[in-house]
């Protein structure tokens, strides 16, 4: 018996070795093509971490001029400013514009499960592009439904500090 199943198994590896080269070749380009597909997606993410790197930086210089310019009528009296109209008459000076918040939780939550959706769908599934919008379209409705639930949850504890 122990004879039978070693020339069996000793066939069928010969066997397989036998029609593994076109089977080889196909291996090789699908992780040749899956390299490709990495690196595309590794090029993709470093040009967003760069725009996001830009747009941080400008962001900083806005908070030091408008940090700089609050310094500087800090020392001043409590009467606004006057400036000269074309007229030359003095007008007061426009009204600071409301501090803005930033974006939501569930905004920021839609993008990031659309984005890890999107790999995730575009690694699983056979095709790809199919992948990548169903896993994206899922991602951000998932993000976005924890993304509101964190809003709901801020809001609740700043109504409870309010009544504090």
Known sequence: MKRVLSILLFGSL???????????AKLEDEVAKAKLRMMDSLKTVDSLKSI???EQKTADSLKAVAAAASKHHSGSSNVSPRYADA??????????SPK??????T???AIIGAGVGAVTGAIVDKKHGEGAIVGAV???GAGAGT???IDHNKKKKEA???QQ
Do not use: F, V, W
């Open 14 to 24: 010969l066997a397989a070795c036998g029609s593994g080269n076109n089977n080889a």
């Open 52 to 54: 996001a790197a830009k």
């Open 87 to 96: 007229e030359g008459t003095g007008a007061a000076a426009p009204a600071a």
């Open 100 to 105: 803005k918040k930033g974006m939501s939780s």
């Open 107 to 109: 905004a920021k939550g």
């Open 138 to 140: 899922l991602g951000a």
């Open 147 to 149: 993304g509101a639930i």
């Open 160 to 162: 409870a500090a309010k």
